[in-house]
């Protein structure tokens, strides 16, 4: 069987390294991006490129986007001459960014009128994973259109989890990445007040790490904090727009957190102190220079 041709809006790191993924398995990929550049390396590869996301809906079975914000999201299909307009009936559209379950669904409810599949499907992992195939994948809607595309994720993700209804996939990565940075938090500022109590680090990290606490969070914390490597490729600024995200997704649930509040302010003070594009665990930086 031929491979379904795919449209790809959202050319970062990840999402250029997952269509050079995808052309170097042989598939037909038409890009969108604003940075020129980063189209213009898909093209040296082969994919074609769209003045607007209808014009790249109508080449594509598949539509892809790989984008960083649910408004932005929201932009590129609702837009004029944007990617509503050109899906055509039996196509599918996937989002692989972190978006907010309530505009997901409203998304898939508006396709669904045009007879279109939608997929929620956030990702884990790292851009060397995605230029691989390598990802971890949560997949989620209709079990069908899952069905439709599951070969195509199978080629990008080593691990593709089918979550159920749509929005499950963006639901359960706000949840991990909720416990991810909050974890996050926590061991910098631990490391930060045994910076300034005296303590060595690494024995903290020597002694905290032989218990339950251990995590590979905890070894970020540390490579930051005692080592001065930067290696958690998660900026601040996403960091702080995901738990953003977690408590809308709690407040339309009518409950709330307060864990996530405090992990949303701290991250939210780092961003004003002008450390948002630095790894999470440079919230270190932050918390070193706390004061009451």
């Not at 998304?107 to 790292?126: E, F, N, S, W």
């Not at 989890?161 to 963006?170: E, K, V």
């Amino acid at each position: 069987m031929s491979k379904p041709t795919i449209g790809f809006i959202g050319l970062g790191l990840m999402g250029g390294n997952m269509v050079e993924n995808l052309q170097n398995k042989g598939y037909a990929v038409t890009v969108m991006d604003l940075n020129k550049a980063a189209v213009d390396k898909c093209v040296e590869r082969g994919a074609k490129t769209a003045k607007t996301g209808k014009a790249l809906a109508e080449a594509s079975d598949i539509v892809m986007l790989c984008l960083t914000t649910s408004e932005i999201v929201e932009k590129v299909i609702y837009a004029e001459n944007g990617v509503l307009e050109g899906l055509q009936e039996g196509s599918v559209l996937v989002d692989f960014g972190t978006s907010i379950p309530a505009s997901t669904k409203k998304i898939g409810a508006d396709l669904a009128k045009k007879g279109v599949g939608m997929i929620d499907a956030p990702l884990g992992r790292t851009p060397a994973h995605a230029k691989d195939g390598l990802l971890n994948i949560m997949a989620a809607g209709d079990i069908d259109t899952f069905n439709k595309v599951k070969g195509v994720l199978e080629d990008q993700g080593e691990n593709v989890f089918y979550l159920g209804a749509l929005g499950s996939g963006h639901t359960t990565k706000l949840i991990n990445n909720f416990i991810g940075m909050t974890t996050v938090c926590a061991m910098s500022q631990a490391f930060a007040v045994a910076e300034k109590a005296g303590v060595d680090k690494q024995q903290l990290f020597d002694i905290m790490s032989t218990g339950p606490s251990s995590s590979p969070f905890m070894q970020f914390c540390k490579n930051y904090a005692v080592d001065n490597v930067s290696d958690l490729g998660f900026s601040i600024a996403n960091a702080n727009k995901d738990l953003g995200y977690f408590l809308k997704m709690v407040e339309d649930l009518g409950t709330e957190s307060k864990i996530a509040e405090g992990s949303s302010a701290n991250l939210n003070a780092a961003v004003d102190a002008g450390l948002s594009q630095g790894n999470v665990p440079e919230i270190f930086e932050y918390f070193k220079t706390l004061t009451k």
